[in-house]
Antibody, heavy 121, light 110 residues
Framework: EVLLAESGGGLVKPGGSLRLSCAGS????????MNWVRQTPGKGLEWVGR??????????DYAAPVKGRFTVSRDDLKNTVYLQMNSLKIEDTALYYC????????????WGQGTLVTVSS | QSVLTQPPSASGTPGQRVTISCSGS????????VSWYQQLPGTAPKLLIY???QRPSGVPDRFSGSKSDTSASLAISGLRSEDEADYYC???????????FGGGTKLTVL
């Protein structure tokens, strides 16, 4: 069974930083493209960023609102993907999901349960 | 404002067939595959359809997807009460260089 477990969410002040983790099991993590998608009541689902598998180059891509502030990385030995969030803004408040897959090839085929990030003074 | 446009709500009675539309442009639906997601209350989204009309294993064949030009549709036949959920479409956007989602459609089973 594929499982994705996010952690690291919490309350942070504007301008602060937070690192989210997502541990995967039940699949070959090193071959998986990993994504972060966030959800807010007002804006629905929004893709945040992704990291390709190392065999596919291991490159990262980001949505415009977070580019330069967020960084996605992975540790295939720990089966874990990370989302480092710096210079947080109030509008980054959301439930953050990690997902596997490529939107065009497989769709986002597995999702974690999400971790809540609240940016507030 | 979402890049892909979905109706905010849809409804049907048990046993009925309902369709949910998703409208985009040449930079997303018009040139890339569409996927659909079901989000039951209080849970994470779940993949229903990928590559326009492919179902992952375990998804009932009551769910089907189609695409034409810059629009896509999700059809649910033999509607059941457990289908009451939010449904989202998504596609890669060549102009934005990333995936984009629809705003979601809340399906009510009357």
């Amino acid at each position: 069974e594929v499982l994705l477990a996010e952690s690291g969410g919490g309350l942070v002040k504007p301008g602060g930083s937070l690192r989210l983790s997502c541990a995967g099991s039940g699949f070959t993590f090193s071959n998986a493209w990993m994504n972060w998608v966030r959800q807010t009541p007002g804006k629905g689902l929004e893709w945040v960023g992704r990291i390709k598998s190392k065999p596919d180059g291991g490159t990262t891509d980001y949505a415009a609102p977070v580019k330069g502030r967020f960084t996605v990385s992975r540790d295939d030995l720990k089966n874990t993907v990370y989302l480092q969030m710096n210079s947080l803004k109030i509008e980054d408040t959301a439930l953050y999901y990690c997902t596997t897959g490529s939107i065009s090839i497989t769709g986002f085929d597995y999702w974690g349960q999400g971790t809540l990030v609240t940016v507030s003074s | 404002q979402s890049v892909l446009t979905q109706p905010p709500s849809a409804s049907g009675t048990p046993g009925q067939r309902v369709t949910i539309s998703c409208s985009g442009s040449s930079s997303n639906i018009g040139s890339n595959y569409v996927s659909w997601y079901q989000q039951l209350p209080g849970t994470a989204p779940k993949l229903l359809i990928y590559r326009n009309n492919q179902r992952p294993s375990g998804v009932p064949d009551r769910f089907s997807g189609s695409k034409s030009d810059t629009s896509a549709s999700l059809a649910i036949s033999g509607l059941r009460s457990e289908d009451e959920a939010d449904y989202y479409c998504a596609a890669w956007d060549d102009r934005l260089s990333g995936p984009v989602f629809g705003g979601g459609t809340k399906l009510t089973v009357l």
